[in-house]
């Protein structure tokens, strides 16, 4: 029931204000079903009439509104929780307008509060969470309890440094004061004025430059990855000196951090109601554009699917994936395969690797398991958030002041998976567990390496035949070293075997069919609808092992072709890092591009978000300096189309997945593949060159008895 209403709340079209020539009223701040805090800023048109009156549930609210340059503006305050009714009056002409107020605390439509919840306000310079008198699973405070963490809002001034700094500001100007040159070329001190508080439970912060913001607004999301039942805590990102430093105002809240949960209906419920406090302060921003990495990435293609421009105007998304929980797809095959490969001396040469996982691997990359050289992406970059995404025993949040919620012991109640994160979502099971859409049924791992001769039959049947599956939740056991400290150094389980279906043909899992389902229509996936300009940046990290792997960016612009044919609102840039990791940011540039590609979205609205393009919003790519190497429409030819290699596609070479070199495709994102006998697989000519015998065919059907993957 809770996901048809979020299904419903996120894909619907925004209420129609109302339209009459004659007196129109509108909500600036937000959807009229989804005003919170009991206020909203709100806009009055009025073209002809006597004088304007405005009320509020029928109680005269004009003094709150001034004239502006398209009519009038104010914010109602006072709207009470549920239905409210503002009307318009400029005689003979009267218009309503009904509007829906929501808790400051939440929810709008992500579904029920979370519980427990670890309030950390104080560690956020907010003071002890306000007591609320509701017993259970809440912080204990003095006087009471808290189970929804809230703390007044509080203002502060800030002056960067000359040392590179944040600062108090104190009455005079200090000596160490540094200054800044805004967009307008005015240069003034770096003083910055911020409001912080709770919004939807969730730190926020609000901050500009006191004498210069450029209209403009950045909203900064963070990465990282948890399992929520946490407040979270404000990350840097929310005094960014670089947009700050030119005028733009950052909107930020440790609710849009994926390193505090990955449930990301509940963070575009927040992104929305922390903009929507951001409008009835400070009014409605020319644009606001989305900057962040990795789950800071995810978040913006997420909301500007989910939520159009009601969150964002542009996004910089960096380091990005399409989303998060089709990550898991193939990201559950690591462990799987290690363990594998580990126990057989075939796969000793790391480099060999890739031909089963997609992904890079080095024969001379540090590895910190083993403390010897060879190492590759599983390793390096995913190890651990396996277990993190599927197991309830085990997680990595030790935080001492889980020992001051009540009842004691209460962390350990809670089930600590990514898919009991988002039990809204995916629903839970008969036994109570949270329903799972991990499935490997008909997986063909290696497929690919096969048809290229990289693999031989044996090889490629006896990797399928041990690789085995992910045991269900209800059966799975505490995780050991490393995950477990105590457990180190003679429990050393890396691979999280014990909790790996084993055997000789180990079986394959079946994901929850209703989890599946449900994810797939909630808004979690990312599909490709999106409608914004995007500039996609990354720092080229393949060479590290690093686990934002540089196929992600094509495989979101796959799902925006997949969707409607057309990708002309993203473009890619990579920027080498090689040979000794990051050196040049290319921020700065795309924040300029984007300015420039919104002024033309201002001035020529109805050329769309392609036709509006500047001439530098194009596929990029720039050496470990940042000076261009290339640029163009087809510097990226031959990744997602047949053409000759462009000349970033022959620079920059690509790795890709688990179920990429099984068969599947680029994008990514098929949950459970559509199966086929293995006859008919063999037919088609799946295997390339190799005609399974008739005891290779016995074999393939006794690993995959249900058939085999057809994508």
Not at 128 to 144: C, H, L, S
Not at 199 to 216: H, K, P, Q, T, V
Not at 569 to 585: C, H, K, L, S, Y
Not at 629 to 644: F, N, Q, S, T
Request: charged share 20%; net charge neutral; with cysteine.
């Amino acid at each position: 029931m809770v996901l048809v209403v979020l299904a419903s709340l996120i894909g619907a079209p925004a209420p129609a204000h109302a339209s009459r020539a004659d007196l129109a009223l509108d909500v600036l701040s937000g959807r009229p079903d989804q005003v919170t805090g009991g206020d909203a800023r709100v806009r009055v048109r009025q073209s002809r009439g006597g004088k304007l009156k405005v009320l509020r549930n029928g109680e005269d609210v004009t003094a709150a509104f001034e004239r502006t340059r398209d009519g009038f503006e104010g914010v109602v305050t006072g709207l009470t929780d549920g239905d409210n009714t503002i009307t318009a009056v400029a005689w003979p002409y009267r218009e309503s307008l009904r509007v829906r107020n929501h808790p400051i605390e939440g929810p709008v439509f992500s579904g029920p509060h979370q519980y427990p919840f670890l309030c950390k306000t104080e560690r956020g310079g907010l003071g002890p969470p306000a007591v609320d008198n509701q017993d259970g699973q809440g912080m204990r405070v003095a006087g009471g309890w808290s189970r929804d963490c809230f703390a007044p809002t509080a203002g502060d001034r800030l002056y960067r440094s000359t040392d590179g700094t944040y600062k108090a500001m104190p009455d005079g100007r200090p000596a160490d004061m540094s200054t800044t040159t805004l967009l307008d070329g005015r240069t003034v001190d770096f003083v910055v004025r911020r409001e912080r508080g709770v919004i939807n439970r969730f730190l926020y912060s609000i901050a500009m430059i006191e004498d210069g913001w450029n209209g403009r607004a950045v909203y900064r999301f963070d990465g990282g990855v948890a399992i929520g039942h946490d407040q979270g805590t404000l990350g840097g990102g929310a005094l960014d000196p670089y947009p700050l430093g030119k005028g733009y105002a950052i909107l930020h809240s440790s609710g849009t951090r994926t390193s505090t949960h990955y449930n990301l209906i509940l963070g575009g419920e927040t992104a929305l109601m922390v903009k929507e406090r951001f409008i009835e302060q400070h009014g409605l921003p020319l644009y606001t554009v989305g900057l962040g990495g990795s789950g800071g990435a995810i978040q913006q293609y997420i909301y500007g699917q989910n939520h159009g421009d009601r969150v964002i105007d542009a996004a910089i998304p960096q380091y990005s994936y399409p989303d998060m929980v089709t990550q898991t797809i193939h990201v559950g095959d690591c462990e799987l395969l290690e363990r594998y490969m580990d126990h057989n001396p075939r796969w000793a040469r790391w480099d060999d690797r890739t031909a089963l996982i997609g992904m890079n691997a080095s024969d001379t990359a540090a590895n910190r398991y083993t403390g010897k050289p060879g190492s590759d992406e599983c390793v390096s970059g995913w190890r651990g958030l396996t277990p993190l995404t599927m197991n309830p025993l085990w997680t990595s949040n030790n935080d001492p002041e889980w020992q001051l919620m009540d009842p004691p012991g209460v962390k350990d109640t809670v089930q600590w998976t990514h898919w009991d994160d988002v039990r809204t979502v995916y629903g839970l099971d008969a036994s109570g567990y949270a329903r799972s859409t991990w499935d490997n049924v008909g997986v063909q791992y290696g497929l690919k390496a096969l048809a290229d001769g990289v693999l031989t039959p044996a090889e490629f049947l006896d990797v399928n035949a041990k690789a085995g599956s992910w045991k269900e939740a209800a059966a799975m056991v505490q995780e050991g070293c490393p995950f477990v400290p105590s457990a180190c150094p003679a429990d050393f389980d890396p691979w999280s075997a014990r909790n790996i279906n084993q055997g000789d043909p180990a079986p394959r899992r079946t994901g929850d069919p209703v989890a599946i389902r449900n994810v797939q229509r909630s808004g979690l996936v990312f599909k490709g609808d999106i409608d914004i300009p995007v500039i996609d940046w990354r720092h080229y990290l393949e060479d590290q092992l690093d686990m934002h792997n540089a196929h992600q960016s094509f495989a979101s612009r796959q799902r925006m072709l997949n969707h409607d044919g057309r990708a002309g609102n993203q473009v890619i840039w990579f920027t080498d890092a090689r040979p000794d990791g990051p050196r040049f940011d290319q921020t700065p540039e795309a924040l300029q591009v984007i300015d420039a590609w919104m002024a033309n979205i201002r001035k020529y609205p109805a050329r769309g978000v392609t036709g509006n393009k500047p001439s530098q919003a194009v596929d990029r790519c720039f050496a470990t300096d940042g000076t261009q190497l290339a640029a163009g429409p087809h510097v990226w030819d031959g990744i997602l189309d047949r053409r000759a290699p462009g000349a970033c596609t022959r620079q920059f070479p690509l790795y890709s997945t688990t179920r990429v070199v099984a068969g599947g495709p680029l994008e990514g994102g098929v949950y459970k593949c559509r199966l086929q006998p293995v006859d008919r697989a063999v037919a088609r000519g799946l295997y390339g060159s190799w005609k399974p015998t008739a005891d290779e065919r016995a074999r393939l059907g006794q690993i995959f008895p249900t058939g085999v993957c057809d994508y």
